[in-house]
T-cell receptor, first 113, second 116 residues
Framework: SAVISQKPSRDICQRGTSLTIQCQVD?????MFWYRQQPGQSLTLIAT?????????ESGFVIDKFPISRPNLTFSTLTVSNMSPEDSSIYLC??????????FGPGTRLTVT | AQKITQTQPGMFVQEKEAVTLDCTYD???????LFWYKQPSSGEMIFLIY??????QNATEGRYSLNFQKARKSANLVISASQLGDSAMYFC?????????????FGPGTRLSVLP
């Protein structure tokens, strides 16, 4: 299985600011995903990060709020823009391996004050 | 309609006993995959087990097994010989193809508490 790291592991941010979360994989993968997990909730897919093209966003998520970059097959970033307390969540990146099994990074715990 | 249903918000089990966590799913696509993940209080999502829709046998991984009943669209997770470290949230998830490749949807989760 792929080894995935995320930075930062946690952060406390002020409302109105932006935070960029990095996701690094130890092998080349075609499909990377970004999820949000609000407190006490299940995971919700934000977008699929495609290498060489724009990210594909799920209903309820827009590029202006959650811009995503995918410069190569091992790295992606998610920015949470103009943050509000409602953005306080765990943000997780994941990858799909060749067997279509999905593995997750350790997550970024974001608190917006 | 919910694509993944987990009807047990919380479960208790005695240490060393077996426990079954329920999951039912809804899809019209013949090609799909079913997953179980464990999320301890640290927040990481730990992959436990996978079952493909065309797999003939139920998946097993150590103390974890998946009771796959395709006609009933259920994919229950069985944990044998529960340990205190099994206390966590457990999520059932489904992968199915969509217009962009693959889509993943997660159930609401079941919180398992293992009692000493």
């Amino acid at each position: 299985s792929a080894v995935i790291s995320q930075k930062p592991s946690r952060d406390i941010c002020q409302r109105g600011t932006s935070l960029t979360i990095q996701c690094q994989v130890d092998s080349q993968v075609t499909m990377m995903f970004w999820y949000r997990q609000q407190p006490g909730q299940s995971l919700t897919l934000i977008a699929t990060a495609n290498q060489g093209s724009e990210a594909t966003y799920e209903s309820g998520f827009v590029i202006d709020k959650f811009p995503i970059s995918r410069p190569n097959l091992t790295f992606s970033t998610l920015t949470v823009s103009n943050m509000s307390p409602e953005d306080s969540s765990i943000y997780l990146c994941s990858v799909l391996d060749r067997a279509y099994e999905q593995y997750f990074g350790p997550g970024t715990r974001l608190t917006v004050t | 309609a919910q694509k993944i249903t987990q009807t047990q918000p919380g479960m208790f089990v005695q240490e060393k006993e077996a426990v079954t966590l329920d999951c039912t799913y809804d899809t019209s696509d013949p090609s799909y995959g079913l997953f179980w993940y464990k999320q301890p209080s640290s927040g990481e999502m730990i992959f436990l087990i996978y079952q493909g829709s065309y797999d003939q046998q139920n998946a097993t991984e150590g103390r974890y097994s998946l009771n796959f009943q395709k006609a009933r669209k259920s994919a229950n997770l069985v944990i044998s010989a529960s340990q205190l470290g099994d206390s966590a949230m457990y999520f059932c998830a489904m992968r199915e193809p969509d217009n962009y490749g693959q889509n993943f949807v997660f159930g609401p989760g079941t919180r398992l508490s293992v009692l000493p």
